[in-house]
């Protein structure tokens, strides 16, 4: 099982550009989630899937579009890239596990490193 | 408004001995909380959680302690060992949600 895989690895844009960051799932999850990590920051979600086809706002979301078309694959795009979006972006997902309560924990990717010029 | 927070951005120990790291939480609501690992150029990884009906778990080397009433939770290593030595994000989940909620961090420094 090759987990959760991200890509690019690495990217850099120049401001207005635009990109898709894909990443992938073998391990059945229902739940995926994009994640931007900053110094001083921590882990702050972007936006997040609950399955199939659904896709939800997290913390940050402005400037960011996602699709889940695929249970596998979550696409986080950026539009028109700005300088304040040059971060480390990390995809993770989850088996739910609401049911379960107290047992679900999320599985991250190695995370892609984006510079906006 | 960070609803999760780990005050000590660095934390050094010797070899052998006690780490202890700290996170605070604003949001009563919580119910579910998780530590993870990171390695540079790496995601994080899972490392131990704890339910709110719980108020210590244990798993070899690593304990979670959970203080409801303080709204704070701590991790402890014993013994540090040089491979502890990474960034330590602890989060938190609210019943019935599943979006989780990260601290900033702690980057512990384990010196042989």
Request: charged share 20%; with cysteine.
């Amino acid at each position: 099982n090759a987990g959760v895989t991200q890509t690019p690895k690495f990217r850099v844009l120049k401001t207005g550009q635009s990109m898709t960051l894909l990443c992938a799932q073998d391990m059945n999850h229902e739940y995926m989630y994009w994640y931007r990590q900053d110094p001083g920051m921590g882990l702050r979600l972007i936006h997040y899937s609950v399955g199939e086809g659904t896709t939800a706002k997290g913390e940050v979301p402005d400037g960011y579009n996602v699709s889940r078309l695929k249970k596998q694959n979550f696409l986080l795009g950026l539009e028109s890239a700005a300088p304040s979006q040059t971060s480390v972006y990390f995809c993770a997902s989850s088996s739910g596990g609401l049911a379960g309560g107290h047992t679900d924990t999320q599985y991250f990717g190695p995370g892609t490193r984006l510079t906006v010029l | 408004d960070q609803q999760v927070k780990q005050n000590s951005p660095s934390l050094s120990v010797q070899e052998g001995r006690i780490s202890i790291l700290n996170c605070d939480y604003t949001n009563s609501m919580f119910d579910y909380f998780l530590w993870y690992k990171k390695y540079p150029a790496e995601g994080p990884t899972f490392l131990i959680s704890i339910s709110s009906i719980k108020d210590k778990n244990e798993d070899g080397r690593f304990t979670v302690f959970l203080n409801k009433s303080a709204k704070h939770l701590s991790l402890h290593i014993v013994p540090s060992q040089p491979g502890d030595s990474a960034v330590y994000f602890c989060a938190a989940r609210k019943y019935n949600f599943n979006k989780f909620y990260f601290g900033s961090g702690t980057k512990l420094n384990v010196k042989p």
